[in-house]
Nanobody, 122 residues
Framework: QVQLMESGGGSVQPGESLRLSCAAS???????MAWFRQPPGKERSFVAA????????RYTDSVKGRFTISRYSAKNTVYLQMDSLKPEDTAVYYC????????????????WGQGIQVTVSS
């Protein structure tokens, strides 16, 4: 059974940075991994994803140029570097993993972390 553990969330002011980490355990190969987020009262939405090899990435338009997803494949660990944070980035961020490909919709992912809060406020 694959388990995902997120870390690195917190509260920052607009314009500051945070780095989220997600470590996968129990996997037998490289997983495609992604980040989703869910603001209060809204649906969970796609943020970024990286392929198992690390050669392909995808981002939602609102974070392009500000967020960077990367991975340490040897340990199935993925990172989300978030720069120039805005109040609208405030949400619970979820790590997700799947073995079949990069996707942007939650039902495509089999494994999920518990979520971690990111708050951007002055």
């Amino acid at each position: 059974q694959v388990q995902l553990m997120e870390s690195g969330g917190g509260s920052v002011q607009p314009g500051e940075s945070l780095r989220l980490s997600c470590a996968a355990s129990g996997a037998t190969g490289s997983l495609n991994m992604a980040w989703f987020r869910q603001p209060p009262g809204k649906e969970r939405s796609f943020v970024a994803a990286v392929s198992g090899s690390g050669s392909a990435t995808r981002y939602t338009d609102s974070v392009k140029g500000r967020f960077t997803i990367s991975r340490y494949s040897a340990k199935n660990t993925v990172y989300l570097q978030m720069d120039s944070l805005k109040p609208e980035d405030t949400a619970v961020y979820y790590c997700a993993a799947d073995s079949s490909g990069i996707a942007t919709i939650p039902p495509a992912y089999d494994y999920w972390g518990q979520g971690i809060q990111v708050t951007v406020s002055s």
